[in-house]
């Protein structure tokens, strides 16, 4: 089992509130919108210390955090200034404990391992974001975006299945599943991103496992 820890940084009172409700097994940490910057800094640091002591004890953690870019946002401010500031307003320094943050993920060969799963925001009309994201982008193992139409249109998870997915999955399926997860995809890929969710939603509902929801799904007829 793995322990969980939910970090939220810069949140609303009310959200922290329900994730605490809502995931009662989780450990819930927290640093409100209401505090300084210096406080989302401190909490974010006690928690991946505290992390780092439960995966050397041989634990398997794992750490939501939401949001990198809401962290990335307090280091900005609260680090002293550098006299190098990047387009968007965000300090050079600044950067650089985020990435520490993240890139602490870890599986250790003779302990337990680290997972840190983050959100970032994208499409929020400020530059700030969009040069956090970009630092950000590509760095993880999986990248699972959301897709603001989707959800506008009240289709949960609104998964953007195109722009979505997982470096060396090869790694991780045998051959044969492998070649029938390409073979979703383009059958995905043949469809509008809503129709494309549709299908991928109402097959897991009756299918009982991955590989006879691949099987299953790669039956669908594929279209160039």
Known sequence: ??????????????????????????EVVYSTFDKPADQHTQVTEL?????????????????????????????????????????GGVDSTALYP???????????????S???IASALVETGS????????????????????????????????LNIEASGTRKEERLMPAEELALAWR????????DPGASLELLIDKMRVTKSNEQFLREISKAPVSD
């Open 1 to 26: 089992d793995s322990h969980v820890i939910i970090l939220l940084v810069d949140e609303r009172p009310e959200e922290v509130t329900d994730w605490q409700r809502t995931v009662a097994a989780a």
């Open 47 to 87: 928690v991946l210390e505290r992390a780092k002591r439960l995966v050397e004890q041989g634990k398997d953690v794992v750490i939501l955090l939401d949001s990198i870019t809401r962290l990335a946002r307090a280091y900005n401010l609260a680090a002293p200034a550098s006299g190098r500031i990047l387009s």
């Open 184 to 191: 979703l995809r383009r059958v995905l890929h043949a469809l």
């Open 114 to 116: 680290l997972t840190i």
């Open 98 to 112: 985020p990435k520490r943050f993240f890139g602490a993920a870890r599986n250790l060969e003779e302990g337990g």
């Open 127 to 158: 530059r700030m974001d969009e040069v956090i994201f970009e630092e950000f982008k590509g760095t993880g193992n999986w990248e699972i975006r959301l897709d603001r139409a989707l959800s506008e249109k009240r289709m949960f998870p609104a």
